[in-house]
Structure formats: C-alpha cells, structure tokens
C-alpha cells in the first residue's frame, strides 16, 4: 500500500472550511497528470464492466480457431476450445470489477466502523488493536486459500473471502487518523453539546477520516482483484463465469500458457492496468490533500 500522511484537520470536516479544503483538493488532483490518467483507466474499465454484453458475445461455445494469434476476427486470439480471448478479458472485466466493489465496500465499511467506535471509546480500542494486529499477523494467502477450498467456489466466496482478511490493514489506517480526530478540540466542545455518540461519530469523526477512507477504498479494491485472480489461478474461482484469473487458469490447465503468449499477455496487462491506476491515483490524491503538496 503506498505510504499516506495522516493528517489530523484543524478545522471541522462538516462545515464551511472542511467543503472548501475539498475543493482545493480536488483542483491539487486535476493538476496531477498521472492522478487523472489514472481515473479515467479506471473509469473505463468500470464501462467496458457495465457495457460486456455490448462489446463481446459471451464466450461459451467452442470455436474451430484453436489457438490462433491475435488477428482481425479475433483482436486477442484465441483458446484451446477455440473460444475468443477478446471476449473472456471483456466478461472478465465484469466479474473483477464485481469482486473489487464488493469486496472493498464490505471491507470498508467493517473497517472504518470498529476504527472510528474504537478511536472514540479507548476501552474498545485496546480490543480493536489487539485483533488487528492479530489478524495482520497471520499468513494470508494461504488461509485464503483454505476457506475458499473449503466452502466451495463462487463469486460469493471470493467477495467474502477477500472482504475478511482486507479490513485488517483499513481498520489500522483508518483508527490512526481517528485517534487525532476525536482529540481536537471541536470534537471535544461536541461532546459538550450533546451526549448523542452516534451524531458526533457521523457529523463530525467520520468526515474527518474520509481522505484516509477514500485512499484505502482505492487500494482495497485493487488488491481484491489481485486476491481474486490469484485464487482464480489456482482453480478456486466461480467455473461459471469468466474472470482475469479464470483465463489466465484455463491457459494453464490446457497447457497453452508457454506457446500461446497471448492467453497471458492480455488478462496480466488487465490486471496490471486496474492494479497500477489504482495506486497511482490513491498516491496522486494523498499529495493532492497534502496542504503541502497544495502549495507546491
């Protein structure tokens, strides 16, 4: 994950300064070339996701090309079964960008709730520390690996898979940034105010750490597609439905990958352009909130 400031805001997120700090960011971002490369790439790839049915049929009959290079009537190739590999990077686009929504929000969500609850009442937050660091200590790929074997593979299981064992890293990010909140002195003239914790936590804590959550959605969900595809790879991925990981699965149990460069070359690259855009653009929009990077 790329390394990212916290900063603790001087002002109150939810009012007038903190909609005009937004606005200055949001001008530091659009000055950064590689940030709004890097947005765009991703945005495409949500619309090739949502338009697949208009760009490729699906690919599930069988072809009597087999394993042809990328030509005119198939722009990348095809498979062992003849099947177009356009079609499969196309179908596959939907299913990871599924999994990397899904699963980042889950892990978002669940993450930035016991960060924040446990920044807020410091009994729960020895709890909290606690199981994060426990968590973080365990080895993940392989445990991942385990539970997907064992309940069996869907999209379902990748998505909840993935979720569990990515809330760990947004829950410590996240409760960094919140232990500095909820010691500023708005928060404490809140208190004064009302004894209503749910409020403050809405109006006022979770603002203040939303720089810090849209980072980590960003990179959550990147690091999902890479989960995904790699337990994809490795033959635990939903058989139904086409994914990055799936092709890349298919090539190597045909035993293709070697010869046919192209069943590799066009899912990597997928996956390599939604991984990189995604930590460039969490790296370009950290320095754009960076008063500092502002002033440069």
Known sequence: MPE?????????????DGKRASRQTWRA?????LGMISLVILLLLVVIAVA?????PYPASYGTDVLKPPSAAHWFGTDALGRDVYAEVIWGTQQSVLVAVA???IAIVFGTLIAVVGAYWRRIDSVVSVLVDLTLSLPVLPLM??????????TSTLILVVAAFSWPEVTRLVRSQALAVVQLP?????????????????RHVLPAVTPVVVVSVVVTASRAVLSAAGLSFLGLGDPTTWSWG???????QSGAMVNAWWLTLFPSLAILALVLSATLLSIAYNDARNPRSNER
Do not use: C, H, K
Request: glycine residues 4%; without cysteine; hydrophobic residues 55%.
């Open 29 to 33: 971002f659009r000055r950064q070339p």
């Open 52 to 56: 697949a049915p208009l760009l490729a």
């Open 186 to 202: 708005y928060i404490d003239a809140a208190r004064l105010m009302t004894r209503n914790s749910a409020w403050i936590l809405g």
């Open 145 to 154: 690996i385990l539970v997907a074997a064992l309940v069996g593979p869907s």
């Open 246 to 252: 799936r092709v890349l699965y298919e090539a190597q």
């Open 103 to 105: 699963a980042s929000a």
């Open 4 to 16: 990212i400031e916290l900063l603790a805001p001087i002002v109150d997120p939810a009012g007038d």
